[in-house]
């Protein structure tokens, strides 16, 4: 659950999903949900000639599954919130561990 609650704190930030078809969509998030279904707004196509029947799609829902990666800036990471949800996380896994 930790790259959903990551993904919550990018909401209203643009991003860039590249789809497993190879298309790369630029986009507003708007929403996201605990299986990467993403909404983004005011999108723009990558190479919009290679894909032009997108040219006029303003608002996009992308299914979670169809998501290869998703391309952040690297100003919008907050780094220091990443590293200490992964070490909780982390912590809680070891302790799991050893209590079964």
Avoid: C
């Amino acid at each position: 659950m930790l790259f959903f609650s990551f993904f919550k704190t990018l909401v209203d930030h643009k991003v860039t999903v590249e789809l497993k078809n190879d298309i790369q969509i630029e986009g507003t998030l708007k929403s996201v949900d605990q299986y990467l279904n993403i909404k983004l707004d005011d999108i723009t196509v990558v190479e919009e000639i290679r894909w032009p029947h997108l040219s006029s799609v303003k608002n996009i829902f992308i299914r979670g599954s169809v998501v290869r990666y998703v391309h952040l800036p690297a100003a919008d990471v907050d780094t220091a919130l990443l590293e200490d949800a992964t070490r909780r996380e982390a912590a809680q896994t070891s302790a799991r561990a050893r209590q079964g």
